[in-house]
């Protein structure tokens, strides 16, 4: 089955720096662009940012020149690394999949979630 485990949230200083990793498995990881994820409480989850299978990366404004979104396709795992973080970027990081399965459907698949908390 579909199964996405990630790590690497925590605390952290404003300012600071961490690395999320989601490790991948029970699909054609290669062939699929996978996503990170966040929700604050009392907020919508929104996307923070993207990368095709061809390595095409998008990020939503406010994380733009302070995160990065990179793929390992030998490791099954997608990265997000978070640099300059500030206390706004406090929420669940999720990681996310939606793929193409027989029939014509399509399936959202997500991570357990991985708590980063920004905060002097």
């Known amino acids: 089955q579909v199964q996405l485990v990630e790590s690497g949230g925590g605390l952290v200083q404003p300012g600071g720096s961490l690395r999320l990793s989601c490790a991948a498995s029970?699909?054609?990881?290669?062939?699929?662009?996978m996503n990170w994820y966040r929700q604050a409480p009392g907020k919508q989850r929104e996307l923070v940012a993207a990368?095709?299978?061809?390595?095409?990366?998008n990020y939503v404004d406010a994380v733009k020149g302070r995160f990065t979104i990179s793929r390992d396709n030998a490791k099954s795992t997608v990265y997000l690394q978070m640099n300059s973080l500030k206390p706004e970027d406090t929420a669940v990081y999720y990681c996310?999949?939606?793929?193409?399965?027989?029939?014509?459907?399509?399936?959202?698949?997500w991570g357990q979630g991985t708590q980063v908390t920004v905060s002097s």
């Open positions: 996310n999949v939606n793929i193409a399965g027989r029939y014509g459907y399509r399936a959202d698949y």
């Open positions: 029970g699909f054609i990881f290669s062939i699929n662009d």
């Open positions: 990368i095709t299978s061809g390595g095409t990366t």
